[in-house]
């Protein structure tokens, strides 16, 4: 059965999906993801929502700007001199990808980065953080991301987009 869906650019406006779609599928606290969502730096025009046909949203990938070292302060103190080659590339990073369960193992997933692909050629890469107990460590594998570092709670992962990128990946192995 042929499922129905657009795809659609967020803005700010947007925040609360976010916030609720977090909250209600990862179960962390309303709160602390208000507070991610407020400081950082969301890539609105980056971001992309999924609605079904009657207007229900079904899907979110949220972009951000924000640097590696906001989302793992274990490298600075871990890997200094990875960091440093890491923040002279140009990067964009996935703050969360959550689609709804019926469009799960659906072409939905991967439409939703093809949508924004010709914008993600302008970067070097791809920072994509996975927490440990999340399932998507396999999914991001498969586009050819590969992992760069991890602490206790994520798995970090860049999905090389330039040559100098995987250049960088292949000098850490």
């Known amino acids: 059965m042929p499922m129905n869906y657009r795809l659609q650019r967020m803005n700010a406006e947007d925040a609360g999906l976010t916030v609720e779609w977090m909250t209600r599928q990862y ?5 602390e993801v208000e507070e991610w969502v407020s400081h ?14 009657r207007g229900e949203v079904i899907g979110l990938l949220n972009m951000s700007d924000y640097r590696i070292e906001e989302e793992t302060e274990a490298i600075r ?8 080659r890491l923040n002279k590339l140009r990067y964009i990073a996935v703050f969360s990808f959550i689609v709804a369960e019926p ?23 791809v920072f994509i953080p996975v927490m440990h107990r999340l399932k998507t460590h396999s999914y991001w594998k498969r586009w050819g ?25 292949e000098s850490e192995k």
């Not at 179960?27 to 709160?31: E, L, T, W, Y």
């Not at 103190?77 to 440093?84: D, I, S």
């Not at 469009?103 to 890469?125: A, C, P, T």
């Open 103 to 125: 469009y799960r193992g659906s072409r939905l997933n991967y439409d939703m980065v093809m949508s924004i692909w010709e914008d993600l050629k302008g970067y070097d890469f």
């Open 40 to 53: 950082l730096h969301f890539n609105w025009a980056m971001s992309v929502k999924a609605m079904d046909e």
């Open 27 to 31: 179960g962390f606290v309303q709160a």
């Open 77 to 84: 103190m871990e890997n200094p001199e990875l960091l440093a």
């Open 145 to 169: 991301a590969v992992e760069f570092f991890r602490d206790e709670m994520s798995v970090y992962y860049m999905l090389p987009l330039s040559p100098s990128a995987k250049k960088e990946m």
